[in-house]
């Protein structure tokens, strides 16, 4: 591509600053997407070079996972320089001709960024522990034993045991939410917000159009140190922190979920809107106040731009009517908020192991996240349907899993490398042996073997982008009507002159449904959906879908 092409490309992209809304994005794990080099790990050149094919896809922007320098404990989110491409992954000009050809076939590019935490090999954590006087000596959050040299509190770590780590130089502890070698950074000092978001500002003038704020509730801590409540048995239901896990015992009101967090976030967002058209999703890791901070970071306009929680990404089943609730409680407490919905990512068992599904199950599910209002974030080889993979302990690569084996196996099982052909060795993702293992049950999955039937879960995730992308309805329409009749859950979007109905049977029994008074059109015929109006009602399939429009 020329310079004078690419220069086009990205001024066509930036001038429409609301492009997040209603997008699709697809996250990249770097790590387990393609392996350019030969060291069985995925890097930039290799995303790059499967860059077409996931523009075949019809998705507006990608994530990738971290990437930054690292001495990957947890696989990069323990970042120890904000500016500086881990080697394994590439180098700077990798990632600017990554930017380039991926502005060039109209995708935007999300990078993760890691601003509550950072390893113990950054610099600034070097510096924070030699001394209590240095110049970075609070730029962590550090806190005196008790008399009787206990932690200052009883705040845990998602990883197990303690949140603090005694620090025998310091003769002090510090707080990592997370593992031990990830030091929780302490955003009260301003100094230490003026760095991030520098690093931030690196990052943007390099070209990315945003970010995905990792543990965006986590960014502070409270200034007192109060003891975190215990929560009730009943109401133990975290995602990311499993039943076997004490963390989950906890309210977290205080070691995260701090107001303070607003004023830092409109910060972040007056940076953005600097530039034309960047913008942001924020992950917001709580079972329990998920929603309702949703509602808090999107208000407005200058706050973050979406967020996503873990309501659908939690090991309960979406039937009809716990869909329902999660959607009436979104309009409550964030009205003018924007979520952005996803089935599985790369902390989380993949969806169709989760809630066990079928080819149906998982079509019904893919025309669901189409349907709604939000923008949507794909996982990477969730259009090939890829079930969650089975890691021998001696395999097990993530920390979490090795903490908890056997009664809960971590994340490698969603992070296991993507299947390219089943005529190479590795399933086309290297010519070396992968970091993780490759399931055989994955290879007929490949994208070659779905490119060869038309009628494959990757063509119908195609052809699903496709028809959202049709109606504006579904891409920034409101939501309303939102009901349940039996099995069946059904809603309205409306933009402009246009109403679209949308019914979802999530169930294995056929079920009636009586469409609203009015003259519909049946639509989505070549997504399976219902295609056979008696009067004004439909008999659906299990795991069938209707569709029309308001002529």
Known sequence: MSMNAIAQSNADLAGDKDWWRGSVIYQIYPRSF??????????????????????SLGVDAIWISPFFKSPMKDFGYDVSDYYAIDPMFGTIDDFDRLIDKAHGLGIRVIIDQVLSHTS????????????????????????????????????LSIFGGSAWQWDAGREQYYLHNFLTCQPDLNLHNTDVQDA????????????VDGFRLDTVNFYFADQQLRDNPALPKEQRNSTLAPSVNPYNHQKHIYSKNRPENL????????????YPAATSVGEIGDAQYGMELMGEYTKGSDRVHMCYTFEFLSTESLNAERIKS????????????????????????????????????RRLYTLLMMCLRGSVCLYQGEELGLPEADIAFED???????????????????????????????????????????????????????????????????????????????IVGEQSQIAVTENILAFERTSDNSTLYCAFNISSEESVLGLP??????????????????????????????LAEKR
């Open 120 to 155: 113990d090999q950054h610099p600034w954590f070097v510096e924070s522990k030699a001394s209590q006087t240095n110049p970075k000596s609070d730029w962590f959050v550090w806190a005196d034993a008790k008399p009787d040299g206990t932690a200052p509190n009883n705040w």
């Open 196 to 207: 991030l978001l520098d690093s931030v500002r690196f990052w943007l003038d390099r070209g």
């Open 263 to 274: 004023g830092f976030l409109q910060r972040f967002r007056a940076l953005l809107d600097e």
């Open 326 to 361: 999660v959607l009436e409680k979104l309009t409550v407490v964030a009205p003018d908020g924007w979520a952005c919905w996803a089935l599985t990512n790369h902390d989380i068992k993949r969806h169709t192991t989760r809630w066990n599904l079928d080819e149906q199950g």
């Open 34 to 55: 393609q392996d350019s080099s030969g060291d069985g790990v995925g890097d930039l050149k290799g995303i790059t070079q499967r860059l077409s094919y996931i523009a």
């Open 396 to 474: 097990i690569q993530d920390p979490y899993g090795i903490e908890f084996w056997p009664e809960y196996k971590g994340r490698d099982g969603c992070r296991t490398p993507m299947v390219w052909n089943t005529s190479q060795n590795h399933g086309g993702f290297s010519v070396s042996k992968p970091w993780l293992p490759i399931p055989d049950e994955h290879l007929p999955l490949s994208v070659s073997e779905q490119e060869l039937n038309s009628d494959s879960l990757l063509n119908f995730y195609r052809a699903a982008m496709a028809f959202r992308k049709k109606y504006p309805a579904l």
């Open 517 to 546: 008074d009015g003259d519909w059109e049946l639509l989505g015929g070549q997504l399976g959906a219902c295609t056979e109006l008696k009067g004004n009602k439909v008999v659906l399939a299990p795991n069938q879908v209707l």
